[in-house]
């Protein structure tokens, strides 16, 4: 079945620092969305990705889809403490809204 | 609004008990969805409920049941529990065509 791969598993960074989060499937996704999720706590949705190159942002959160529809990526700029949890993506199959999570980046911030 | 809640919020059980795990959503969400959460291993799909009377099997529905009971709730059963079912279960909803997805506490299960 689909698979979604998410790397690196595990990232620490001082703050200020930036960190960026990959994702890739071996096919064709129709969209892509990101959770975050703070330590105790359940997934929250940041973003949905549908076109091809797409590119957006939310303050110093910057998210691409890939040119081919298989791979995303999530970029922070300049870490803050209040970054720290689990970036999740998770791929979209149709119209029953069934998502496949990747196994998620944990994110720590030294202050 | 309550959003998505989950009941209880932590559970024990011995191997071979039985359990109900309780989601209900106030959105008016059409679609509803059981995920386990494992170290390492991301949210994985049990079974989901694209609309009010139909469930269907996600990536790991062995040892489960659900019942969509109304529009407003979903639950899930464990009939008896194995100690490779110890994990956090979420409950999620989905608003309309537009995929994004409502996620509960979370209900922590640990069988021994």
């Known amino acids: 079945g689909q698979q979604v791969m998410q790397i690196p598993q595990y990232q620490h960074v001082q703050e200020g620092e930036d960190f960026t989060t990959y994702c890739n499937s071996s096919?064709?996704?129709?969209?892509i969305q990101w959770y975050k999720q703070r330590p105790g706590g359940h997934p929250v949705f940041l973003i949905q990705?549908?076109?091809?190159?797409e590119v957006k942002k939310q303050k110093r959160l910057t998210f691409q889809f890939g040119e081919a529809k298989k791979n995303s990526s999530l970029h922070i700029t300049a870490t803050q403490t209040t970054d720290v949890g689990t970036y999740f993506c998770?791929?979209?199959?149709?119209?029953?809204?069934?998502?496949?999570f990747g196994q998620g980046t944990t994110l720590q911030v030294k202050p | 609004n309550a959003g998505v809640t989950q009941t209880p919020k932590f559970q024990v059980l011995k191997t071979g008990q039985s359990m109900t795990l309780q989601c209900a959503q106030d959105?008016?969400?059409?679609?509803m969805y059981w995920y386990r959460q494992d170290p390492g291993m991301g949210l994985r799909l049990i079974y989901y409920s694209a609309s009010e009377g139909t469930t269907d099997k996600g990536e790991v529905p062995n040892g489960y049941n659900v019942s969509r009971l109304n529009k407003r709730e979903f639950s899930l059963r464990l009939e008896s529990a194995a100690p490779s079912q110890t994990s956090v279960y979420f409950c999620a909803s989905r608003r309309g065509s537009y995929n994004e997805q409502f996620f509960g506490p979370g209900t922590r299960l640990t069988v021994l």
């Open positions: 998770a791929a979209g199959s149709g119209n029953t809204g069934k998502l496949i």
């Open positions: 990705l549908v076109k091809s190159g």
């Open positions: 959105m008016n969400h059409n679609s």
């Open positions: 096919t064709t996704l129709s969209n």
